[in-house]
């Protein structure tokens, strides 16, 4: 299929299997948009788009459990801190001046929560979120991490075969680190394990592990 000539109606949500990538080369800019439309917001597929380049994405159960159990530790850091941050799960970041668009798993502003309260998230008009999460079960076709680094976004979670990595973004390019940039006394080597527990003794439960844990270690 040529994705150059391709239409919206070309491509039904239905027709993408669980975890199924479609990727389409020399899609521009305006056809991405028509597609994005036609699809509607209530679906279950992710994009990514750069500079033509089109991902689809439908994501498998073992890849959203783990960011769903990230997004309750962020969280839960949040409230033990009494901090406001705002999460905006996966949030299209786009700008056409880039011809750059991707969605996260989950995302957060934390220390620009204050000036995007109850703002319409638009890129560049107002800052990029504070971090960002990755749940990759299977490789991505395209690097998501020069999407996000072209859009700014200064933190980077990256969850894959049980481990968490974290990256900071430095003079455009993301470096690993072992801290966080917005929460660095969080222990980023033991959420792993967190997650994994959740298997056997639940997702509460291990959200109130995490949190104990949180009590031990906040400055």
């Known amino acids: 299929m040529n994705a150059q000539t391709a239409t919206p109606s070309t491509f039904p949500q239905a027709s993408v299997p669980a975890e199924a990538r479609v990727v389409l080369r020399g899609v521009s800019w305006q056809t991405f948009k028509a597609l994005m439309a036609d699809i509607g917001e209530d679906r279950s597929c ?17 890849h959203e459990e783990p960011k769903i159990l990230i997004a309750e530790f962020v969280t839960a850091t949040a409230d033990e801190l009494e901090i406001e941050i705002r999460q905006l799960g ?9 011809t750059r668009a991707v969605e996260p798993d989950t995302c957060f502003y934390i220390q620009n929560e204050s000036q995007v309260r109850g703002k319409e998230i638009k890129l560049p008009n107002v800052p990029p979120p504070d971090l960002v999460v990755e749940s990759d079960y299977t490789h991505s076709s395209l690097n998501k991490f020069n999407i996000y680094a072209a859009l700014g976004v200064p933190e980077l979670w990256r969850y894959s075969k049980q481990s968490l990595q974290v990256y900071q973004l430095v003079d455009g390019e993301y470096q690993p ?3 966080s940039l917005a929460f660095p006394f969080i222990p980023i080597a033991e959420i792993p394990g967190f997650i994994e527990q959740s298997k056997t003794i639940g997702q509460r439960a291990s959200v109130r592990l995490f949190r104990a844990r949180l009590r031990e270690v906040l400055p």
């Open 177 to 179: 680190t072992d801290k």
């Open 46 to 62: 992710r994009i990514a788009y750069d500079q033509g380049m089109l991902e689809i994405m439908v994501p498998y159960e073992q």
């Open 90 to 98: 996966s949030l299209t970041l786009e700008r056409e001046d880039l």
